[in-house]
């Protein structure tokens, strides 16, 4: 069977040549979605809130704001994008298969997905339109469930033997946690990412480009060992981003990684 058979069987659609996330990440740029309608059909489209963009010759470019949990894949889509993810999911209907016991399987859709060589990101993204509470407890308890035939369906499709670190993640925006929900996702091994966290991480991108990406790693594994890193050590330089203090470690001159205090 073939990589590109074997990862539409467990999980799909996923991108793994730089040409392709390169693409992907034009269109995820993006704040509108566009269309060419023909001109009869702007009242239609206005009903539904698009907006007359420009008149084309033979057709009309009509946009409209994407949707806000729409904008935030994206947001964080390209931040691991930008960290140098090898492999991240196309599109926003990526689906990893889950097996069921005495019942057929089903494929549950998942928001973001990337992967490198020692870890995979898994991460369930929620927005809302205007910064308000909102209990999230249902949708932790169903991302914890899944937890574990997700973990499945990667170590059958990448092999068992790469022992690989999975980072489950909910990535929020405008949206207040309570206490319980913090406590029920740090329960369940799930990492919390909000609108706040995700601007920080996109400043160390732009200080640091895809190097950056073990800085955000360091976060996720703090309290876990990682095989691959273990027993190496590398000089370090003190320093500051924003007025938060972090750690410099040059390991090469095209290589730093950046840990907060």
Request: charged content about 35%; hydrophobic content about 35%; proline content about 5%.
């Amino acid at each position: 069977m073939n990589p590109e058979s074997e990862t539409l069987e467990f999980f799909g659609p996923l991108l793994d040549e730089p040409s392709k996330i390169k693409r992907e990440a034009v269109r995820r740029r993006k704040q509108f979605d566009e269309k060419s309608i023909n001109a009869e059909e702007i009242p239609e489209y206005e009903a539904e809130g698009w907006q007359v963009d420009k008149r084309l010759k033979r057709s009309i470019r009509v946009k409209r704001p994407k949707a806000i949990d729409e904008r935030l894949e994206n947001r964080f889509w390209m931040l691991l994008a930008r960290l140098g993810y090898p492999q991240i999911n196309a599109g926003r209907k990526f689906t990893i298969l889950i097996d069921r016991k005495g019942a057929e399987p089903l494929r549950k859709q998942v928001d973001v997905f990337a992967k490198d060589d020692e870890t995979v990101i898994v991460a369930e993204c929620k927005a809302s339109g205007s910064f308000s509470r909102r209990s999230l407890q249902k949708d932790i308890e169903e991302f914890a469930n899944l937890k574990k035939p997700i973990a499945s369906a990667i170590r059958k499709h990448y092999g068992e033997d790469k022992k690989l670190k999975i980072i489950w993640l909910f990535v929020t925006e405008n949206i207040i946690w309570s206490t319980p929900d913090k406590h029920r996702a740090n329960g369940e091994q799930i990492r919390i990412i909000t609108e706040r966290e995700l601007r920080y991480y996109a400043q160390v991108a732009d200080h640091l480009g895809r190097a950056a990406r073990y800085q955000f790693l360091a976060e996720f594994l703090k309290e876990q060992v990682v095989p691959e890193l273990s027993g190496k050590t590398v000089s370090a330089i003190r320093g500051k981003l924003g007025g938060k203090p972090f750690y410099c470690f040059v390991t090469t001159p095209r290589d730093l990684l950046k840990y907060p205090l």
